[in-house]
Every structure is written in structure tokens, then in C-alpha cells.
């Protein structure tokens, strides 16, 4: 007869996200993990794999929960250049003030440490990254179709511009810049692709 899991795995995964986003995976090592969940090894290896998967899931669960959500809500708002302003700002208000206060994001802090890493996690990084991308295209349709962009601006390049933006704001935010530094970097990105009347 297997073992019975007397544990939840979704809440474990939960904590993990908490403690990986928090402190970072590269630092984090399984006797914390174990720590924070009060888990023992074993139980983890065999509920998740080694640390490497654990991250993977960890991530997957980060862009489902924390992410997704946000960039669906980006790219149905319709309003182009006024909602991408919102959701960044949105996203310096999260990042420098609250609960995750300085966190940065789990993904963006992977990005910066992943070192090629195991292909499931590079998969995870990938979509997020395509996810977000798509958003801000979203968006700069939605601005285009209201003529808020200049002429002859490429909207695939300025939708990349704005996902390495998002990065930025969040290892920035990471390192304790100000959010009113971030938000002006923010608005000098969006006043090079916006017309004369929308500046």
C-alpha cells in the first residue's frame, strides 16, 4: 500500500514560493526548504523531485498565481498607453511598498541567476516572459487603434522594450531604488512611443 501524503503539497508549494521569492532559490538550499515547511526531505524529494524541480514548480506556480492574472487584466483593459502606465505603476507600488516589499519578482530574480539551469525551469521563464510580451502588444494595439503612438512605431519592438522594463523595474526595485525613480524611467519609455498629444 503507498504511502499516505499527510501534507497538502499545494500549500507546501505555496510556502516555497514565499521562501524562494523572498530570499531567492540560488541561496535557499533544502534544509531551509525543509525548515520552512516543516516538511522532511524524503516527503519533498518524492512529492516534487530535487531542488531543481521543486524550483520549476515553484516558478510555474508564481506565473499561474502572482503573474497571469495581472498581464490577462493588462491586455483586456483597452484604454493602450493609460493602462500600460497603470500597470506600472501597479507594479512599483507592489514592488517598494507591502507585503513583498523588495522581493522583486521570483521570475525576474530566476532571469538573473538561472544560468541555462534545468530546461523545465528555462520553460517556465520562456512563458512568462511570451505572456507578458503579449500583454504590452495588447496594449499597444489597443494604443495604436486610439492613436496614441507615434508614426511608424514597431509595436512587436516597443512590446519587448516595455517586458525588459518590467524586468528592470523589478531587479531595481529588488536592489532599494526609489519608486519614483522607476516610475520616471517608466514615463520616459512611454513618451518616446507615444504621439505629440498624448505626452
Same mark, same amino acid.
Given at each position: 500500500?503507498?504511502?499516505?501524503?499527510?501534507?497538502?503539497?499545494?500549500? =507546501?508549494?505555496?510556502?516555497?514560493?514565499?521562501?524562494?521569492?523572498?530570499? +531567492?532559490?540560488?541561496?535557499?538550499? *533544502?534544509?531551509?526548504?525543509?525548515?520552512?515547511?516543516?516538511?522532511?526531505? %524524503?516527503?519533498?524529494?518524492?512529492?516534487?523531485?530535487?531542488?531543481? !524541480?521543486?524550483?520549476? /514548480?515553484?516558478?510555474?506556480?508564481?506565473?499561474?498565481? !502572482?503573474?497571469?492574472?495581472?498581464?490577462?487584466?493588462?491586455? $483586456?483593459?483597452?484604454?493602450?498607453?493609460?493602462? *500600460? $502606465?497603470?500597470?506600472?505603476?501597479?507594479?512599483?507600488?507592489?514592488?517598494? %511598498?507591502?507585503?513583498?516589499?523588495?522581493?522583486?519578482?521570483?521570475?525576474?530574480? =530566476?532571469?538573473?541567476?538561472?544560468?541555462?539551469?534545468? %530546461?523545465? *525551469?528555462?520553460?517556465?521563464?520562456?512563458?512568462?516572459?511570451?505572456?507578458?510580451?503579449?500583454?504590452?502588444?495588447?496594449?499597444?494595439?489597443? $494604443?495604436?487603434?486610439?492613436? !496614441?503612438?507615434?508614426? +511608424?512605431?514597431?509595436?512587436? /519592438? $516597443?512590446?519587448?522594450?516595455?517586458?525588459? !522594463?518590467?524586468?528592470?523595474?523589478?531587479?531595481? %526595485?529588488?536592489?532599494?531604488?526609489?519608486?519614483?525613480?522607476?516610475?520616471?524611467?517608466?514615463?520616459?519609455?512611454?513618451? +518616446?512611443?507615444?504621439?505629440?498629444?498624448?505626452?
Amino acid at each position: 500500500m503507498p504511502d499516505v501524503k499527510h501534507f497538502d503539497p499545494e500549500v =507546501t508549494l505555496d510556502q516555497v514560493v514565499a521562501l524562494f521569492w523572498q530570499r +531567492g532559490a540560488e541561496v535557499t538550499g *533544502i534544509a531551509d526548504v525543509v525548515a520552512a515547511t516543516g516538511l522532511s526531505r %524524503s516527503s519533498l524529494y518524492a512529492t516534487f523531485g530535487g531542488k531543481a !524541480q521543486l524550483q520549476a /514548480a515553484a516558478l510555474g506556480r508564481y506565473l499561474e498565481r !502572482q503573474s497571469r492574472p495581472v498581464f490577462e487584466a493588462l491586455a $483586456a483593459d483597452g484604454r493602450g498607453l493609460p493602462a *500600460i $502606465a497603470a500597470f506600472f505603476e501597479r507594479l512599483v507600488a507592489a514592488r517598494c %511598498s507591502g507585503v513583498h516589499a523588495r522581493w522583486g519578482c521570483l521570475v525576474t530574480n =530566476t532571469h538573473a541567476t538561472a544560468n541555462g539551469g534545468l %530546461s523545465e *525551469i528555462r520553460e517556465v521563464l520562456e512563458r512568462h516572459h511570451d505572456a507578458l510580451r503579449a500583454a504590452m502588444r495588447a496594449a499597444l494595439e489597443a $494604443a495604436r487603434t486610439k492613436g !496614441q503612438l507615434r508614426a +511608424g512605431l514597431d509595436v512587436g /519592438a $516597443a512590446a519587448e522594450a516595455l517586458t525588459l !522594463q518590467a524586468y528592470a523595474v523589478n531587479l531595481r %526595485s529588488r536592489a532599494g531604488a526609489e519608486a519614483g525613480v522607476l516610475l520616471a524611467g517608466v514615463r520616459a519609455v512611454l513618451d +518616446g512611443f507615444a504621439t505629440t498629444g498624448e505626452r
